[in-house]
Structures are given as structure tokens and as C-alpha cells.
């Protein structure tokens, strides 16, 4: 075997007939849209297990890697346009309103010349049903990845409706597993609303609390056992 042999490269795509660019084709489907293209992902957990963390970690990767995203959030926990993170972190955001189009967020952009490559949605669980029916046109439409972050139930221990069509339409659903952990020790999964020192089971399905011990509304992450007994521990 002599040095100048060239080398066959058999993982080479072949060249379609459209294909100008031979060796740089993405294998495509019958509709000739990418087969391997934009996604939409939702990761969820319970309270404090980083979804928030995560969201911006996933924005820098993809950010050092050169790619362009936008950030939106709604009632983040600084009530302000920023995703705010429990262990320090912050990035400014937009605010998604009831009447925000993610589309036109996403156009608007692109009309003034600026690239985006990616969505990350934090607090995606308080978004409505609308938002979730933009964010899969625009994957599946415009190849723009979105990645939304939320809590998959709401203090009944039911499933937000903006979570649960995210279950129905997401290319892929990832639970955090960062564990957080009940009073007892055990994996904590469910988000108790506590009013007056007491879990309640009734009331607006989104109603702003802390997680401070002092605040009249409050949430405590508890595990099934102890949120089905409404038991708190013994704080
Ligand atoms: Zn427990």
C-alpha cells in the first residue's frame, strides 16, 4: 500500500440531484425537509430541582459553540424579565405575555438581521396552550430548536396544561435529575402550596408564593407520601 493512495471515505453522503454542496447534504426526508433537524425538548421537575440553572447552562453551551438563542421566561421568581436561578445565576429574558407570538418573536428578530438559532423557554408550564402550539411550528417549520423548562404539576398534583401538551408534542421529555429532597429524606416530586402552615388542595391554579418558611404563601417540595398526608415535618 503506497502513502498517496486516497483514502475512500464510505460515511460520505451521496450527492442528491438538488445537492450543489456534495458531502455537506443532511439526509432528507420525502418532503425534503431535514430528517435530522431542529427539536423540541421539555425538561421538567418539581421546585428547586435547576431547571432554571440548567435552561442557562444550555444557553451558554450553545452560545460558546456559536450558535444564537433568545431567552423568555413568565413569573420568573424575580417577577422581572430575567431567568433567576436559586443559586445565583441570572440572565435577562423576555417576558412571555398572553399575547406574545413566539413566531413573530423569532421573525421580528430575523427582520432585524439577527440570528436565532434556538429558543430556551423557562417557566414553560405557565405559558399557555397557545405559546406551546408556536414553539412546535417553529421546530418543525422554521428549524429553530426549542428548549422549554417547567414543572410538570401544579400544587393539586395535576398536570399544568401548557406541561401536559408539551408531553404530547415534545421530540423528546427529560425529568432533572437533580434530586430534591422531602423533610423526610426521600425524593421529593410533588409541589405543596402551604397557606398559613397548612398544605391546601384548593385555589388558583397559579398563585405567587416563596419558598421562605416566613411567607404567607408558600411551596414546599414533599414527597408523595408526606404531600397525599399534607404532612409538612416537623419546621
Ligand atoms: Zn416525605
Redesign the pocket.
Known amino acids: 500500500m503506497t502513502d498517496d493512495a486516497a483514502p475512500i471515505c464510505l460515511a460520505r453522503p451521496l450527492p442528491g440531484p438538488d445537492d450543489t454542496r456534495a458531502g455537506c447534504a443532511a439526509a432528507r426526508g420525502v418532503d425534503g425537509r431535514p430528517l435530522h433537524a431542529a427539536a423540541l425538548k421539555f425538561f421538567w421537575g418539581p421546585m428547586d430541582c435547576g431547571k432554571s440553572t440548567m435552561a442557562l447552562q444550555m444557553n451558554y453551551n450553545h452560545a460558546r459553540q456559536g450558535r444564537r438563542g433568545l431567552v423568555t421566561t413568565r413569573i420568573d421568581r424575580s417577577l422581572g424579565p430575567q431567568v433567576t436561578t436559586r443559586i445565583g445565576l441570572a440572565h435577562s429574558a423576555i417576558e412571555v405575555t398572553d399575547g406574545l407570538d413566539l413566531r413573530d418573536l423569532v421573525r421580528d428578530a430575523w427582520a432585524e438581521g439577527v440570528r436565532v438559532d434556538y429558543l430556551i423557554c423557562d417557566e414553560a408550564s405557565f405559558y399557555d396552550l397557545e405559546h406551546i402550539e408556536q414553539m412546535a411550528e417553529l421546530v418543525d417549520n422554521y428549524d429553530v430548536d426549542v428548549y422549554a423548562f417547567g414543572l410538570a404539576t401544579d400544587f393539586r398534583s395535576c398536570l399544568f396544561p401548557a406541561a401536559r401538551r408539551l408531553f404530547e408534542l415534545a421530540d423528546s421529555v427529560a425529568r432533572i435529575q437533580v434530586e430534591v429532597l ?3 429524606g ?1 425524593e421529593g416530586l410533588l409541589n405543596a402550596r402551604v397557606v398559613d402552615g397548612r398544605v391546601v388542595r384548593e385555589g388558583e391554579q397559579v398563585v405567587i408564593g416563596d419558598t421562605a418558611n416566613s411567607a404567607q404563601v408558600r411551596y414546599q417540595v ?2 408523595r ?2 404531600y397525599r398526608a399534607g404532612d409538612l415535618g416537623g419546621r
Request: proline share 0%; aromatic share 12%; net charge positive.
Open positions: 422531602c423533610w423526610c426521600r414533599l414527597c407520601r408526606h
